[in-house]
């Protein structure tokens, strides 16, 4: 058994190609199953989100594997192989639960370290277990994956580091350990940047959340909430005058506000650049540029962890690994398939002496096919010993399977081998 990853994600796929190769979540269940008929596929989970499309899987073969799963994305999403070929991803083994155990902890992803993901790839385990996709393998993998990144984000913090502008500056409010339940808040200009930061502020309890824009309707998905209110641009000084803090992230290109038209304690936060707030050595003012050292620094912080937590990704394959040697029926499994092949061999073999006049191509068409039904054949009872290598009778199953099927006799054999020769030196 082979752990097998086949994906695409945004680092080297165009997004006119990633938006293509894209499974909703009503199609979920039905590509899990699709896939799970595929040659060589034991288990599988999809992972699919807005920057990534991945396969993992466990296969008895790894070249088939690679072989189906490509097919099965491209007939899935009814695009030619030769087109989704150049931007796929193949991983093994140890590389796979490598990318995995990076993917759940934002190492993988755009912004480095955010927790969504987290959410995104617990999900997609669900819902292969759910679907009955999953085995004793992938159940491991989930479970130490999933616990390894709960551990990263409460050991590293990775996500506390803020990734923009906005939450920078918000982070910096918080560092002043206000009584936001006694503030007001104003934010000038809702834009892309007012916007995000009207969402960080709306899960702080200020009292009142004051929105100027100059066009007024931008404020209207943020009314629900009782304590919103929106202003004109007509209304500026006004509303700046009842703020303890302030935010002015709106595009003015001159200065449109002044310490005489603010509260004297006021905190104010100009995120503009040209500037929009006449500094003033009386005014609690942070600027785009004091911010903007202030990400960079995070930034670097991020960078740091990022090191450390991709050095603790490497123990958990060695914990994996440990966990892996203990199952015993890996060469049990890989005996199954030796017997199968050997089988198929003879079978050909014996075919070609009885029809001699069979060309090259009808030697080749008949050798596919065969093996094609030798592994349908063993597919089903390999599947179902790797699931009775847990549990509490696993070495009773494993002894049972092995005596029914005559496997195990060529270790025993060498044992028994070794055994005499050392009699005779004796």
């Not at 629900?224 to 641009?233: L, N």
């Not at 092995?402 to 055994?419: A, M, P, T, V, W």
Request: aromatic share 6%; charged share 25%; glycine share 4%.
């Amino acid at each position: 058994m082979y752990l097998l990853y086949v994906g695409l994600t945004h680092k080297e796929t165009p997004l006119s190609v990633l938006e293509r190769v894209h499974f909703s979540d009503e199609e979920r269940e039905d590509a899990l199953q699709a896939l799970a008929k595929e040659k060589s596929v034991l288990e599988n989970v999809i992972v699919s989100t807005c920057n990534r499309t991945e396969l993992y899987l466990v296969v008895d073969q790894l070249h088939t594997g690679r072989y189906y799963a490509k097919h099965f994305l491209a007939n899935w999403f009814q695009i030619e192989v030769a087109d989704l070929e150049p931007y796929l991803l193949f991983k093994e083994n140890d590389d796979v639960l490598r990318h995995l155990l990076r993917v759940s902890i934002g190492l993988e992803s755009k912004i480095l370290g955010e927790t969504q993901i987290l959410g995104q790839v617990k999900q997609a385990f669900l819902k292969a277990q759910e679907a009955g996709t999953t085995g004793v393998i992938l159940n491991e993998v989930s479970k130490q994956v999933l616990t390894f990144a709960k551990r990263m984000h409460d050991e590293y913090r990775i996500n506390a580091r803020p990734i923009s502008i906005g939450l920078t500056a918000m982070q910096q409010l918080d560092n002043l350990e206000l009584d936001y339940t006694q503030k007001k808040i104003a934010i000038i200009g809702l834009g892309e940047i007012g916007q995000l930061v009207t969402k960080y502020a709306l899960k702080k309890p200020f009292s009142d959340i004051m929105l100027v824009n100059r066009t007024i309707e931008k404020a209207s998905p943020f009314l629900e909430d009782s304590r919103v209110s929106a202003h004109s641009w007509e209304e500026l000084a006004a509303v700046a005058k009842q703020a303890d803090v302030l935010f002015s992230a709106v595009k003015a290109g001159e200065y449109i506000l002044f310490a005489s038209m603010m509260k004297k304690d006021v905190i104010a936060f100009d995120l503009c650049l040209p500037r929009t707030i006449h500094p003033n050595s009386d005014l609690q003012l942070y600027n785009i540029e004091n911010l903007t050292n202030q990400l960079e620094l995070y930034q670097a912080e991020r960078q740091q962890i990022a090191a450390k937590i991709a050095d603790e990704v490497e123990g958990e394959l060695i914990k994996f690994d440990e966990w892996r040697q203990q199952l015993g029926i890996v060469p049990l499994i890989r005996e199954i398939r030796e017997h199968a092949i050997q089988a198929q061999e003879a079978a050909l073999e014996s075919l070609n002496r009885k029809l001699p006049d069979l060309t090259p191509r009808e030697q080749k068409q008949i050798a596919k096919h065969m093996k094609s039904i030798v592994n349908q054949i063993i597919k089903e009872p390999i599947l179902q010993l790797k699931e009775m290598s847990i549990g509490e009778n696993a070495a009773y199953d494993i002894a049972l399977i092995s005596k029914i099927f005559g496997l195990g006799k060529q270790k025993e054999e060498e044992g028994h081998d070794r055994h005499q020769s050392g009699n005779e030196k004796q």
